[in-house]
């Protein structure tokens, strides 16, 4: 049986949800459980979320100039 083949833009985009996701459960997880400082702890998380967010573009973007898997 063949297995899938993805592109590497692909994959990179792939791995760029997954961290927002995983990310953001984090912070949400956080936030429930420390009701007192929700508002702290989304502001943080925002930031965190917009730092994975660019960080998961740049490596997106090096794939597609072809500077490889990054």
Not at 1 to 26: D, H, P
Not at 35 to 46: E, F, K, R, S, V
């Amino acid at each position: 049986m063949a297995q899938m083949q993805l592109s590497a833009e692909k994959r990179e985009i792939a791995w760029t949800v997954l961290g927002f996701g995983i990310t953001a459960l984090v912070f949400q997880g956080a936030a429930w459980s420390y009701p007192q400082g929700a508002d702290t702890i989304w502001l943080i998380g925002a930031a965190t979320l917009v730092v994975v967010g660019v960080l998961g573009a740049r490596d997106v973007g090096r794939v597609q100039r072809g500077g490889g898997a990054a």
